[in-house]
């Protein structure tokens, strides 16, 4: 595997709660700087696998759960990531890493979930984490989750604030000598992102609703049917006009629950028209796929007046490119 240029790998960690053999030893040969670690299992892995010391950090649920959907929400004890602390399990795990030759213990992570709006769970569960705190601890990875804006109604705190209760928090739990690492993810893009549909049709109900059905769905943006997650919708071209038409706006593929947004006010929808639903720039086209047979769009990026495609749109011949 070849790293982009620019990347360092020994500033990558690789994360997941399955991690192959192969993985493993992916990263070991591209130097990447820490594995964390997840399960008993994938410490008798790297234990066999390793053949020189990889520094690793342990993957703690500290028992907090944000109030989020259910599905983003990882570091409550009921979770398939990392060891608990009420069970004693992060404790055992600790012991045991510390006393492999081919792991090289140096701290801890704690992702609690993602689409955050508190910040309070984040202290809680740094609190958490200093009663596992040692000599040993020279990094705290303190994860991502800090919630964005997706409609108008959401205020999600100030990346200032978020850092702040992090780094104040880390400080004051581990002392000022820890790094601390931060994994923000959605808040970094969500809000750079948005997508471009083309209405199809617009199939009015009388009296009951109107569909108004775009070219993509739950094949380009899985969250609304994953998480019931909420956005906004407006006609491109006339987004400054005050919309009177209350909508649902559909996908193309054959499920009644390919929704992407139930309820939308949009200014007079018609065949041809360009709809878009802004905040679609994280966990869009990263979960994106091919149910139907539906070719991917295209990912373009856009500043001063220019674009340009960095991702172009999948064919059918690419659809087919791995058939044997
Ligand atoms: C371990 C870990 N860190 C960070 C993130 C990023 O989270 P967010 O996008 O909520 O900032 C994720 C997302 O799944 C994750 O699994």
Not at 133 to 158: E, H, I
Not at 285 to 301: E, K, L, W
Request: charged content about 25%; aromatic content about 6%; some cysteine.
């Amino acid at each position: 595997m070849a790293l982009a240029a620019g990347f360092d790998p020994a500033r990558i960690h690789m994360h997941g709660n399955n991690k192959s053999d192969e993985e493993i030893l992916m990263a070991a040969r591209a130097g990447v700087g820490n594995l964390v670690l997840d399960s008993f299992d994938e410490i008798e892995r790297c234990e066999r696998l390793l053949d020189a010391p990889m520094k690793a950090l342990i993957r703690v649920t500290p028992g907090i759960k944000p109030s989020t959907h259910d599905f983003i929400t990882t570091g409550q004890l009921d979770s398939k990531f990392g060891f608990g602390i009420a069970d004693r399990l992060a404790a055992r795990a600790i012991e045991r890493v510390l006393a492999s030759e081919q792991l090289d213990l140096v701290g801890l992570h704690a992702h609690i979930g993602s689409q955050i709006f508190e910040l309070e769970p984040y202290r809680l569960a740094i609190a958490a984490l200093g009663e596992l705190a040692g000599d040993w601890c020279r990094v705290v990875d303190v994860g991502g989750g800090l919630g964005v804006a997706y409609t108008a109604d959401d205020a999600p705190p100030s990346i200032d604030d978020y850092v702040d209760v992090k780094v104040r928090g880390v400080r004051e739990v581990f002392g000022p000598g820890v790094r601390i690492l931060v994994e923000p993810g959605r808040s970094l893009v969500a809000n750079a992102g948005i997508t471009a549909y083309r209405v199809g049709t617009v199939k009015e109900i009388p009296g009951v609703r109107t569909y108004v059905a775009v070219d993509g769905g739950m094949s380009d943006n899985l969250r609304p049917m994953l998480y019931g997650s909420r956005y906004e919708a407006l006609i491109a071209d006339r987004a400054g006009v005050e919309p009177d038409t209350l909508v649902t706006v559909a996908g193309m593929h054959c499920e009644s629950g390919d929704v992407i947004v139930r309820d939308a006010m949009l200014a007079a929808p018609a065949v041809g028209d360009v709809l878009v639903t802004p905040a679609t720039g994280a966990y869009g086209h990263a979960m994106a796929s091919n149910y139907n047979g539906v070719t991917r769009p295209p990912v373009i990026f856009c500043a001063g007046g220019e674009a340009r495609v960095v991702v172009r749109r999948e064919t059918y011949d690419d659809l087919t490119a791995r058939d044997v």
